[in-house]
């Protein structure tokens, strides 16, 4: 009985113990962090610190960056002000999850509303002169800028400052004048390419998964993590225009994993991560008739169809959650993947599956590309789990061959004017050398390695397909530039850890051997 005494004593003196350094830890953080970084933790003037947004930042990186400050932020240093019990234990703090989900609501998203230049404001025409169907943006993560490049000269045209951590890959629009930005907080930059500088930004989420931009260069969507939403805004000054929960039919709440434009379909597809559910929004000023309801006649005079409000949601069910997906080339399926097994093809039409692929492991299906090879579409995609790149027949959703790999890769990349496809080998111990493989045989015709020991990824085309551009991730990173048929080097430029690459021509053209 003394000893179930004892033992208890010393399990409530533990608790008061971490109820103790919780609370100092709290008062350590109002102190010290709270003006810039929001006394919630949901990020102001500096990044949120929750556990959602600090992913790919560990736990020991975090304590450095307290201690030492973050170069070219404004984060300063704290280590002559804070001892290593009191750095941990802002670190634990900030690694702890929110009692409940945070709320972002319209009120929060207009107040963070900043217009630089009003829409209208600026001269029509660009300010210097180059080849502006040739042009990329090339996000640096290592200090959190981005280069504007000229895709004819490989020279730079301006290098600007973005919000903390970019993510989810900048959208062109407007026949390329403009490029959407998103950070992994929520705030959406808009950048005039014309005349070099940013017009407006607002926060549309906490934590953001990525966004897409219609057609029609006039709507932009947001897909969060944070709270859980899709937040929908005017492209010019970006003011909000709709907050969609990402509430399933059962009513659970969800994250939403991505969404991506349909530009034929006029319409955004979204895929929510915590529920069997695919989503099309309608993003017409005036919406079909009937698009996401349940509609017995669709004739005119029987009645039944409602007007329907804008941003209406056509919901689509799903076998399992999707984790990642891929829109074919002509926007009627959606090839998607999920975390705990498993490739399903799905048709926007239809509503409903159509088949399976034998796809194990965890493809990378947002770098999927298509080609086409003996008369027939071929998908080909990275496997972040396997080292292989697997092809698929997308008029049967067979696996046509499995294409070993030195390590699983990331990204895929290729163009309408090549014979090649280029993949990375993002994980492992080969993370410096990319793949180049015949689309025809599908035979890895080369291993390049462009910097040895530094990590090579996403390869991104020139508007004609003649030059491949390479980015090395490394603080002392560069960008590598081949010619596409001989593979040989013709340029490095030096970067701070760049990542993608954006051209205009391959985006808004729906180049098949990129993303869109």
């Not at 004609?464 to 010619?483: E, K, N, Q």
């Amino acid at each position: 009985m003394k000893h179930s005494i004892r033992y208890l004593s010393f399990l409530l003196l533990l608790a008061s113990a971490a109820a103790l350094a919780a609370e100092d830890a709290a008062d350590l953080y109002r102190q010290h962090c709270a003006q810039c970084h929001n006394p919630d933790r949901l990020g102001a003037q500096g990044p949120a610190l929750l556990p959602q947004n600090l992913k790919r930042l560990k736990k020991k990186k975090a304590a450095e960056v307290i201690r030492q400050g973050r170069p070219a932020t404004q984060m300063p240093a704290f280590g002559d002000k804070l001892g290593p019990e009191q750095i941990q234990a802002l670190v634990d703090y900030i690694y702890t999850p929110l009692e409940k989900m945070p709320v972002w609501d319209m009120a929060a998203i207009k107040a963070s509303q900043v217009i630089h230049h009003k829409a209208g404001s600026l001269p029509d025409k660009p300010a210097y002169q180059a080849n502006m169907d040739n042009l990329f943006v090339v996000v640096e993560l290592g200090d959190h800028h981005f280069t504007l490049l000229d895709g004819d000269r490989f020279e730079p045209l301006g290098r600007f400052p973005t919000r903390f951590a970019v993510h989810g890959g900048p959208k062109w629009a407007k026949g390329g004048r403009y490029v959407y930005f998103l950070s992994r907080d929520g705030w959406v930059s808009k950048f005039d390419v014309y005349n070099r500088v940013w017009t407006a930004e607002i926060r549309a989420g906490i934590n953001a998964r990525n966004l897409a931009v219609s057609h029609d260069g006039k709507t932009v969507i947001v897909a969060n993590y944070l709270p859980h939403t899709l937040v929908l805004l005017d492209a010019e000054n970006l003011d909000p225009l709709k907050i969609i929960p990402a509430l399933a039919e059962d009513g659970a709440s969800s994250r939403v994993s991505a969404v991506y434009t349909a530009d034929p379909r006029h319409s955004f597809v979204a895929a929510l991560k915590d529920a069997p559910e695919l989503w099309e929004i309608n993003y017409d000023e005036t919406p079909p008739p009937g698009f996401g309801q349940w509609v017995h006649d669709y004739r005119p005079d029987s009645g039944e169809l409602e007007k329907t409000g804008r941003f209406p949601v056509q919901r689509i069910r799903l076998e399992k959650p999707l984790d990642d997906f891929f829109l074919t080339q002509d926007y009627e399926k959606v090839v998607g993947s999920s975390r705990s097994g498993g490739t399903e093809v799905y048709d926007l039409d239809l509503k409903r599956k159509v088949a399976e692929i034998d796809l194990p492991g965890m493809p990378h299906l947002s770098s999927a590309i298509t080609w086409q090879r003996n008369g027939t579409r071929v998908l080909a995609t990275p496997n972040i789990r396997k080292p292989e790149i697997t092809v698929v027949d997308t008029g049967n959703w067979k696996v046509i061959k499995r294409i070993p790999t030195q390590g699983p890769g990331f990204f895929m990349r290729s163009h309408e004017n090549s014979p090649y496809a280029w993949t990375d080998v993002f994980f492992g111990p080969n993370r410096d050398l990319i793949h180049v493989i015949d689309k025809q045989s599908l035979e890895i015709v080369k291993t390049l390695r462009p910097a040895p020991g530094k990590t090579s990824a996403h390869v991104e085309f020139t508007r004609d397909g003649r030059y491949a551009l390479v980015s090395i991730w490394d603080m002392d990173g560069a960008l590598v530039i081949y010619d596409a048929n001989t593979l040989k080097e013709v340029k490095r430029l030096p970067m701070k850890k760049p990542s993608g690459k954006y051209n205009v021509h391959n985006k808004l053209g729906r180049s098949e051997g990129t993303s869109h």
